[in-house]
């Protein structure tokens, strides 16, 4: 019974893992390449990247969905 909760628990978190990586990198990337030729804003960092899609998704809940 443990086990399989454990393999579960393992395939969860790599999931989240690999979805965090999905959606951090390319607001990154595309940030780290647009904003600062464009506004002159700093770079941010992969985790500031996933804390600005965790943002908008608490400001903007249901805009995806529409």
Do not use: D, Y
């Not at 959606?23 to 985790?47: E, K």
């Amino acid at each position: 019974m443990f086990e399989k909760f454990a393999l579960g628990a393992m395939l969860v978190l790599g999931f989240l893992i690999v979805l965090g990586l999905l959606i951090a990198l390319p607001i990154q990337w595309l940030w780290n390449w647009l904003m600062p030729v464009l506004f002159g804003l700093p770079t941010i960092t992969f985790w500031q990247a996933l804390g600005l899609f965790g943002l908008t998704r608490c400001l903007f809940p249901h805009s995806i969905n529409k």
